[in-house]
DNA sequence: ACCTGAACACCGTTCAAGT
DNA sequence: ACCTGAACACCGTTCAAGT
């Protein structure tokens, strides 16, 4: 039953607590079960301790939720980016944001709830530098990274909620998009004839297409207004 | 004590539960106390009932959300709004939209976890019909409706999340930007230059414009991959 | 300094029992 | 048909007590 002094101190450090290790197994929590899996009392076990010892490294469970959603969008924005002009940086950019919420919707809902705080201002540095680049006007920079934050952080809000509503509802992805299609097709004619011309669409579509639709409408706006 | 058949009856209606009372006295609650304060055991007092009563006209919490949004969209997208092109209708009823969460913030959060439900297609639809009549090509239409959708969906949420957070710091909302203005301002000048640069710029500025400037960045965008 | 785990003050939801 | 209110199965958070 002896051990080794470098066993001994590697499980010393497995086993005691740290910030660092209470975030890595919330990530787990929330991706296995989603963002209602993430409880004090199932991450204290998960930890082998009591719900109290968490509260010795973190001060709430919304902080605890931040730092989770910045440990996903550092890694995210640290990641080198390909693309040679501001527009195309600012596209890998956004995508990367895009990918990161497809694989972890819970961060979309907890970036959103942190307004100001560190994961939001990582990637509005992001933006921010390449429309410095791209020559937008000092007075019209925040605007204009404000736009595309807020479009990104609105489909990562819907693709969080999607997830999160289909599998309340016990569907997959594809059999959600179905359900609400179909609904949308009986909708009554006259008031919703747009919704109704556009249900055929919503099931056969590309999130991940769309996504880039909207960011490359905005940057062409910028370019509208500015000549290309 | 007699009372008339009419007054009688207007009292009887006044106090037995349906679901439009208890959707009003939701929305009142929200408005009041925010999202956290809406509870069956608060909306049962204030009802002058038990909580279990809610359940036999609502079938959930989430419904009742979702019930108390769709009210206030509902009486937004039909009010009237005046514009002469497709565009102006469009940024009028981004701007009806914007206000409308503006005085009742949870909104935004509730429009976003409700996904593809009525409050949400009150807003699609609005929109998608001054697409058609701009011309957007029956294939670009989901794509470019949902582009414009996440985006007010975006700001919605932020908006939303502001709010909270003043309210659960115990600030208004020109010390919260203030507060944030101050954070960004003694960041790292190596790694956040963008943010720095731009911090005098938040505290000045106001929501309402700078949601017009994304608004027109994509109708601009529409119009460069279209002509006019 | 760090951890334990019982206790507090809540939740949403259910359901027997009433009218 | 509609309402009552106790009870169930949870929460986040605190805090005396331990090491």
Redesign the pocket.
């Known amino acids: 039953m002896r051990q080794g002094k470098k066993a001994r101190s590697t499980q010393r450090r497995e086993?005691?607590?740290?910030p660092d290790r209470i975030i890595e197994a919330s990530i787990a929590l929330l991706d296995s079960s989603g963002e209602?899996?993430?409880?004090?009392?199932?991450?204290?076990e998960r930890?082998?301790?009591?719900?109290?010892?968490?509260?010795?490294?973190?001060?709430?469970?919304?902080?605890?939720l931040t730092a989770a959603c910045d440990a996903i969008v550092a890694r995210t924005m640290n990641a080198p980016v390909d693309g040679a002009t501001p527009k195309a940086i600012i596209r890998a950019v956004a995508l990367a944001m895009f990918d990161a919420i497809d694989a972890h919707p819970w961060v979309g809902s907890a970036l959103t709830r942190a307004p100001g705080q560190l994961p939001m201002v990582r990637v509005l540095e992001r933006l921010g530098q390449q429309l410095h680049a791209l020559g937008v006007p000092d007075k019209e920079q925040w605007a204009t990274v404000s736009a595309l934050l807020s479009y990104i952080l609105g489909v990562g809000g819907q693709n969080a909620a999607n997830t999160h509503y289909a599998r309340e509802h016990g569907l997959d992805r594809s059999n959600f998009l179905g359900e609400v299609s179909t609904i949308w097709s009986q909708l009554d004619p006259d008031e919703y004839p747009f919704t109704r011309s556009v249900a055929g669409q919503l099931s056969a579509h590309d999130d991940r297409v769309d996504f880039l639709v909207g960011i490359d409408l905005m940057l062409d706006g910028i370019g509208a207004s500015r000549g290309r």
């Open positions: 086993e005691s607590l740290s209602k899996g993430l409880t004090f009392r199932a991450l204290s930890l082998a301790t009591g719900p109290g010892a968490i509260y010795w490294h973190i001060a709430s469970k919304s902080d605890l």
